[in-house]
């Protein structure tokens, strides 16, 4: 049983996630718990360190942000304690669970099973601090924001467990973010593969990293809410896609602000250009996501594509060093643009997704800036003013629409 912020947000919250573990336990089975930190605390770790230096070590941000973890696996053992249930915390160090050495932002080397099935043997709940492990040289490090997912997924692989369910603050995942779209559907299941597709392009109800190793490991996840009674039968299950499956064209719509536009005008329409732009971006750890360049025009081109907004400053900086190199005109940012995506398997067999993508956005006088496409999404950047809009008419024009108009705790 996994618990987000949300789920842990104050003690009466804790209590409550103490009485859920302990009436899981009461139908006679053996519950390992992770644990998220409380809402808000990680931003505010964060914000301190950046506070301090921008530019911080990130073996000590990871230090910091950890923390949060490490105080509400405590406060649930407490809880646990308070009700009768026995009950210890685990550090991310103490399970072991080891990391590479990209603090800040760290991928799971290696989960051992064995502190966590003994305490699970003698009858002892063991509530893990998630987010965080350690690294070879024994030091903390975490594993992205919203990586509590992943060390859910990850440590349910190491005890080999039957189940891993993820209580948060919606009853399931929804056909989109069904706090932007009220008339958002909870699905009663999705593939592992629309899955990462959505959670990669902008779903945060799971971590991308969670459903990529859910996948891999063929680990039972499910996504239930924590503020409602629930059996076996609630929330949304993640599943392997089979034949029989119907398939939606469309599963779900995503969207993300995290990304920003850098423009390049008057570059040389010549060969190598695109390798000279974005090798070095590459190199430097840059993630590129979209690409669009126009057809050059008396050997002139341009080129516009999307970087993270992290990641802004420093591929400008990077290019500014080459301008003389690549010999480009101007150089322009935007932030105020939304990718917005499309996701569902139904697509590689059916050629009308994107179309009716198109029309809908330019019935609603929404400019396209940049398109992507994969096999089974598309994704459009546009003006972050339309961002709901946008949402919302495209959840139409798929038929996703369901009745609910509030289906959300808030
Ligand atoms: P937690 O703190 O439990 O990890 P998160 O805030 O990380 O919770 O993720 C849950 C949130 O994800 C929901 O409150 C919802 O706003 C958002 N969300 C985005 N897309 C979806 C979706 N397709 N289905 C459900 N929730 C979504
Ligand atoms: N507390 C961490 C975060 O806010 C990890 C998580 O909640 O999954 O990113
Ligand atoms: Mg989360």
Redesign the pocket.
């Known amino acids: 049983m996994k618990f ?2 949300t789920s842990v947000g104050d003690l009466d919250r804790i209590r409550v996630v103490a009485r859920k573990v302990k009436a899981e336990q009461a139908k006679g089975r053996r519950v390992a718990v992770v644990v ?2 409380m809402s808000g605390v ?2 505010q770790m964060v914000k301190y360190c950046y506070d301090l230096n921008p530019e911080a070590d990130s073996c000590e941000y990871d230090a910091v942000v950890a923390s ?2 490490q105080v509400t696996s405590g406060l649930l053992a407490i809880a646990l304690g308070a009700i009768g249930v026995k009950a210890r915390s685990f550090q991310g160090w103490q399970i072991p669970l080891f990391t590479d050495e990209s603090h800040g932002c760290a991928a799971i080397d290696r989960v051992e099973g064995a502190a966590l099935l003994e305490s699970l043997n003698h009858g002892v709940v063991p509530v893990i601090a ?2 965080q492990g350690v690294d070879s040289h024994g030091r903390i490090a975490t594993l992205g ?5 992943t060390s859910a997924v990850a440590l349910a692989a190491a005890i080999r467990a039957d189940q891993c369910d993820i209580y948060t603050d919606v009853d399931g995942i929804y056909t989109t973010d069904p706090r932007i779209v009220k008339r958002a559907k909870r699905l009663e299941r999705i593939t592992y593969e629309e899955m990462l597709e959505l959670a990669s392009v902008g779903a945060k109800v799971l ?1 991308t990293r969670s459903v990529g190793l859910a996948m891999r490991e063929k680990v039972n996840v499910r996504v239930l809410s924590s503020f409602e009674e629930t059996d076996d039968t609630s929330g949304t299950v993640v599943v392997d896609e089979d034949d029989g499956m119907e398939k939606e064209l469309v599963a779900g719509i995503a969207y993300s602000q995290d990304d920003a536009k850098i423009s390049i005008r008057n570059l040389p329409d010549e060969p190598g250009i695109a390798a000279k732009i974005f090798a070095p971006l590459s190199a430097a750890g840059i993630n590129v996501d979209m690409i669009v360049q126009s057809i050059g025009v008396d050997r002139s081109t341009n080129m516009t594509f999307t970087v993270s907004k992290g990641h802004e400053q420093k591929a400008c900086a990077l290019l500014e060093e080459m301008r003389s190199e690549i010999r480009f005109g101007e150089l322009t940012t935007s932030h105020d643009v939304v990718k917005i995506s499309v996701v569902g398997v139904g697509m590689r067999s059916n050629a009308g997704v994107a179309a009716t993508m198109f029309r809908t956005l330019a019935e609603r006088g929404i400019n396209i800036q940049v398109i992507s496409t994969s096999e089974i999404k598309i994704s459009v950047l546009i003006d972050a003013e339309y961002t709901e809009l946008a949402m919302r008419a495209l959840h139409t024009a798929y038929g996703l629409d369901g009745k609910k108009e509030e289906t959300t705790h808030e």
């Open positions: 987000g912020g998220s930190a990680t931003n949060g973890e998630g987010f924001r919203g990586g509590s997912d971590q």
